[in-house]
């Protein structure tokens, strides 16, 4: 029950603040708190009761719900849902806490959030596929009306575009799902059944057609160059904490989709294809890497390098699905990268979103060439902006250097010319945020940023708890990797 | 003669022959209570409707009628659509001294369409639509000051006089055929006859169907009857005569002998209509209009179960929990737009939210079930669909439909976001406590199918027509 818990004390906060008129702003905040926080709790304690050597999937609830078409409410965890689900949650309260101008609808704000809340831990914990895409589904619902309502520039048109892309997008999984569902007889949405019976094998054209669709529109949420075009454009008009959640949460889904879904239920299939992705992912990484350098917006250039990132992570996937080798350890090795990735991305990404949103509220621009000499002004907050953009471009020692370390290793052993041109995006990367910093922060201050505040308490609070989570995962990744590799052989190797 | 089969459409019939002798007689103030009288009618018609559930389907009256789960079931939507519509109305007709009439003509417009859902018998066919076209044409022209009214009244009429000719036309060349309006003689003979001869009363009936369901080519009625048409009556006319009309068409093409091209053509008009509606959609300013070819993109989804209905035994559940969704959530929808007195302009939804939080709640959920969005209702309607094209091989159909839905997303969201990203404009009037009831009924309807959607499909997977493919 502890996982139903985690996704049903979010959604019953939303309800409640939706339905009270009479709550202040204050009060509205401290419920939203709450109720994330003890979702958050829900899952660490299922982390801790989690058995690494233990079934792959734990903590299985299953309830009838449509017996007939073969959908029941299923959830539980392997250790990448858990890890990614609880790094989500973590990001949520981070979201929640954070200061921001509701404009006088703090209840909506909150419970628009706490919906999200509930969706986004609902895709990472389903395992009925049919629940999965519901929840999929209606996590857009929910940033539509973020970017929509509390967005800035042209709010309107970048939610629409937010939606229509990427329903486009899931439209396709859509398709995707009900061939799978097809091909299994007696028909179900079983996840568990998927993995074990691998439908697709062997089926050809059909299961091409399927792999083709599931990728798609799983690329789409990714974003895989070229369909992120949607991405910077949210990006932009989003209100930080809702960036913060689109860049380290909603992204993961498309990932975690490729997890979940080819990698696990057509595995010969992804086999087939699997250079094809890898490429796929090197150019992502090399262009995200390439147009981040040019952007001159801060928030659009941050955009850009999780286009980058998200490229290392379904490099490692692709990796993990290569079957011309029979050493399952170097693909376990990429399959744990990937999903480090997914975490640290999540972590990093969502400090520097959170950290725009800072720069908005104090001047409202995201132009660099507005910003220089603020390390004097505002020391804290460089000090946090330098961990997190070291942090993101691998400095060893923090969150993103384990997970690309480990991705690299494993596409070394298999694609090694992949590898030698990915290492370059991460050089790319490097001028990326160290151009960055040095346009925020050295140099001379101009004269408008005199009145330049520095982060409030409860601004570097949250920052520095994220910051503590990457620090943690570089120096002492132990507990992270342990959860991982145990469900990635098991995904790998175990059939 | 077994009269008790027809309970539901006798006591209809009698409903609406009170009503007009009460209308005729009773002063102007009390004709609101003619409302009560088709309320009465309608609830003994659905209880009878209700009662005739579980028996085994078989045909009555010399084999002209079915009693079998399909009718029934279309005959509980019709009622229930037009239970929702004279329940919105008393608010709506209250300016209109002589409205009584109305009332009975709504019944009559039923009792068509009842008709069509269980006619076996082309001659029966063609007395259901016809009764159900002539009580429709005064219904959408009742306001006789507004001229957007008489306007949709006449197209919608000259329409009907065309498409219901070409129906009779199609009904009489397949009688020359085999010699008979029975749909099992039709079954046995048509499989010797001229294959032009049949094709061309295939294409004729198929027309004269088009038009009750909306669908491409006689769908040009319906967005101006959504917008000029009183509130409740374009609800009404949105939905149930594409119920009765899916069936009835349904029924039709299993009489057709197997390798007839009539799947492949249906299937073009699926695809024809969706897109056509969804595009057309996408510039209406109106919201009474958009609503109304989005539901002339609604009966190319429904097409496509009609497509296979031939070759899959789940294609009739998916058709009618398809249409039983549609017609929870486009009810809904209307009633949420009567209740604001019918206003229409997008403009004039501008931040509605503020004011009407609750309507426009009702009204976001109405439209995200016409999408699709799960876990509503309109989710798995559509997913049946999907589910059976695919299966029965037509892919391309149901990729197309998926690439509609996209499109048809663009144009609900433009209505969410006016109502809730725009400033607010203006004071904003209601109707009164008759439509606000109406509305949480409707909505709770729509949510209460959601929720036991279970239940829909185990009483559904078994359904089958009556009579001659059985």
Known sequence: MILTTALAVPLLGAVALAGSTRWSDARARQVAVIAAVLSLLALV??????????????????????????????????????????????????????????????????????????????????LDLLLFYVFFDLTLVGMYFLIGRWGHGAPQAS????????????????????????????????????????????KGLYAGLVFLALMLGLAIKTPLVPLHTWLPQAHVDAPGPASAILAGVLLKMGTYGMIRLPLAMLQETFARYALTVAVIALVAILYGALVALGQRNLKRRIAYTSINHMGYTVLGIAVA?????????????????????????????????????????????????????????????????????????????????????????GTFAIYPWLAVLGVVGILITAAVFLDMLRRLFFGRLPVHLGQFVELTRREWSVLGVLSLGIVVIGVAPRFLLTLIEASAGLLVGGH | MPVGDLLPEIILLLGAVIIVLFAA?????????????????????????????????????????????????????????????????????????????????????????????????????????????TASYPLVAYHRGFPPALEAG?????????????????????????GDTDYRRLAEALGEADPWALSLATACVVIGLSFKLAAFPGHAWMPDTAQGAPAPIAALLSVAPKVAAAVALARFVTVLPPGQVWPAVVAGIAVVTMTLGNLAALQQSDVRRLLGWSSVSQSGYALMAVVVVGSDARALPALLIFLGSYVLANLTAFAVVTHLRGRTELTDYHGLTRSQPLAVAILIVALLSLVGIPPLIGFFGKFLLFEVTIDAGYTWLAVIAALNTLVSLFYYLRVIAATMFKPARGAVHVLGGWSWVTLLASVGLLLVVSLGVEGGLAMMSALSFAGPSA
Not at chain 2, 75 to 85: D, N, Q, V
Request: glycine share 10%.
């Open chain 1, 321 to 409: 699905a290569a079957a011309f080798t029979d050493d399952s350890l170097v693909r376990q090795l990429a399959l744990t990268g990937a999903t480090v990735e997914m975490v640290a991305h999540g972590l990093i990404t969502g400090a520097l979103f959170l950290i725009c949103g800072s720069f908005w509220q104090r001047t409202g621009e995201y132009d660099l060439d507005h910003y220089g000499g603020l390390a004097s002004q505002a020391p804290l907050l460089t000090g946090f902006t330098a961990l997190a953009a070291f942090a993101s471009l691998g400095m060893p020692g923090l969150a993103g250097f384990v997970a690309e370390f480990q991705v690299f290793a």
């Open chain 2, 154 to 178: 006449m197209k919608y009429f000259l329409i009907g006089a065309l498409t219901n000719a070409l129906l009779v036309i199609g009904v009489v060349v397949l009688f020359g055929l085999v």
């Open chain 2, 25 to 133: 007689f009773a002063p102007h103030e009390r004709q609101t209570w003619a409302a009560g009288l088709a309320l009465v009618t309608l609830a003994a018609a659905m209880a009878f409707a209700v009662a005739q559930w579980g028996a085994s389907p078989r045909l009555t009256f010399s084999g002209v009628w079915a009693l079998d789960g399909p009718a029934i079931v279309a005959k509980w939507l019709i009622l229930l659509s037009g239970a929702i519509a004279v329940l919105l109305s008393p608010d709506w007709m209250r300016s209109d001294p002589r409205h009584g009439e109305y009332y009975a003509l709504c019944l009559f417009a039923l009792l068509g369409m009842l008709m069509m859902a269980s006619a076996t018998d082309s001659m029966e066919l063609v007395v259901g639509v016809l009764l159900s076209s």
């Open chain 1, 45 to 126: 304690v299922a982390w801790v009761g989690f058995e690494p050597a233990g079934p792959l999937f734990q903590h299985v609830d299953e309830l009838r719900w449509v017996p007939s078409l073969g959908v029941a409410y299923r959830v539980g965890v392997d250790g990448i849902a858990l890890s990614v689900a609880t790094m989500s949650a973590l990001l949520f309260v981070a979201a929640i806490v954070y200061p921001m101008d509701t404009r006088g609808e703090s209840r909506q704000y909150y419970a628009w959030l706490l919906f999200l809340q509930a969706v986004s831990l609902g895709v990472f914990l389903a």
């Open chain 1, 159 to 202: 939610a629409l575009k937010f939606f229509l892309y990427t329903f486009a997008g899931s439209l396709l999984l859509l398709l995707a799902i009900i061939g799978l569902y097809l091909s299994l007889d007696p028909h179900t949405f079983d996840m568990r059944v998927l993995i074990e019976q691998q439908p697709m094998a062997g």
